[in-house]
């Protein structure tokens, strides 16, 4: 019987150079080309959100440069051993965390981080890719789908974290961590009556956070949400603002760097959550048709990757991290064009921000071990 070796999905009958040199380095030149134009075109809009700032383009670039290090690291992981390291670094995560609770450093009203001296850390970052390469790891055991007592277990693994990083409070990380776990069972084989059963059991739970679990200004969010005309110079202005600043770009925008919403400051947070509107005051309904198919062909082909796993565990883990990326865009892009409340989850790989890009582009340094790594196969 013959074999072929595959080290990655580059490797054909007849390679480049350049396409056997990335082979080596577990890098897939399709989805590092779309991170690569994604975060240049994030960097043109990040320079005119922050008024021309060098400053401000000179930090976010030291941060994709420590973000596209860790992806590279972690590609040359091979899967088996990031499959090893998924129990210990969601211990790990979760000592932290309750640490955070503890003894973490308070900041804007908000208890999230732990001050190592020399910088401070936040956990939670750390759970978005703990949370599901456990779940992975624990449902991949046993044959799929799995039964109701793992569904069980699986549940409490990913309800631990979530409840800490509630509590911090932090609602959209929170929200981010409880979908990558959740995608997992998804991916594993659930049934739809199971998932409509989870669904008509989250309404009470929804309505039981309401009442005793959402502090004030949550509750603001949500009502803001529904009606934001009810205090447009308070809660509701934000969204007024970007809402404004998106049907202002018209078809083609007004031209990068003359996005008035934003030069004039009327705008709030325009470098980080709402950078999304700055992009569409000035590049317009065509400019944004173009951010969302980079961000579409990223997604497609971190799924491709995922299918193409070899293994239960690598195919778990890579659909959900995919599948957590597409969540950030939509939470952000919703939230940002009045369709979602406002949570605080930055748009991906643009807005201005160094721990969630980090965790970010860990995630497809894992995808592209995934898709690198490839054993003996039979022919």
């Known amino acids: 019987m013959n074999r072929v070796y595959q080290p990655s999905g580059l490797r054909e009958s007849n390679p480049t150079r350049a396409e056997g ?227 202002s770009g018209g078809l083609f925008g007004k031209g990068w760097l003359n996005g008035t919403q934003s030069h004039l400051e009327f705008l709030p947070e325009r470098t980080t959550d709402f950078i999304f509107a700055v992009a569409a005051e000035e590049f317009g309904f065509a400019g944004i048709l173009l951010l969302l198919a980079l961000y579409i062909f990223i997604i497609l082909r971190g799924l491709y990757i995922a299918t193409r796993a070899q293994d239960t565990y690598s195919r778990l883990l890579g659909g959900s991290l995919t599948l957590v990326f597409f969540v950030y865009l939509f939470v952000n892009t919703g939230m940002v064009s009045g369709i979602l409340p406002v949570v605080g989850v930055p748009l991906p790989l643009i807005s201005y921000g160094g721990t969630s890009l980090v965790t970010i582009m860990g995630s497809f340094g894992m995808l592209m071990s995934i898709h690198t790594h490839r054993k003996l196969l039979p022919t």
């Not at 003894?103 to 999230?112: F, L, S």
């Not at 959740?182 to 059963?197: D, E, K, N, Q, T």
């Not at 509750?219 to 934000?238: K, S």
């Open 21 to 247: 040199l990335l082979a080596d380095l577990h890098l897939d030149l399709p989805l590092l080309t779309g991170l690569v134009l994604l975060c240049g075109f994030g960097l043109v809009i990040l320079y005119s959100a922050g008024d021309q700032n060098l400053d401000l383009i000179k930090r976010q670039l030291i941060r994709l440069g420590l973000a596209f290090a860790v992806m590279f690291v972690l590609a040359q992981v091979p899967p088996s051993q990031i499959r090893r390291w998924s129990p210990w670094l969601y211990g790990i995560g979760l000592m932290m965390l309750i640490a955070v609770l503890l003894v973490g450093y308070e900041g804007k009203g908000a208890q999230r981080w732990l001050d190592l001296g020399l910088f401070r850390f936040q956990p939670s970052e750390l759970t978005k890719l703990a949370v599901p390469m456990m779940i992975a790891w624990f449902l991949a055991e046993k044959a799929l789908p799995p039964e109701w007592k793992r569904l069980a277990v699986a549940g409490g693994l990913i309800l631990m974290p979530v409840l800490l990083i509630y509590k911090q409070p932090d609602l959209g990380t929170a929200l981010l961590v409880a979908s990558a776990g959740i995608f997992v069972l998804f991916l594993a084989g659930l049934s739809w009556r199971f998932i409509g059963g989870m669904v008509i059991t989250a309404i009470p739970i929804a309505l039981a956070m309401w009442e005793w679990g959402m502090k004030t200004y949550q509750q603001d969010r949500v009502l803001t949400f529904l009606a934001p005309e009810r205090d447009p110079l308070g809660t509701g202005y934000h969204i007024i603002q970007s809402k404004i600043a998106i049907g």
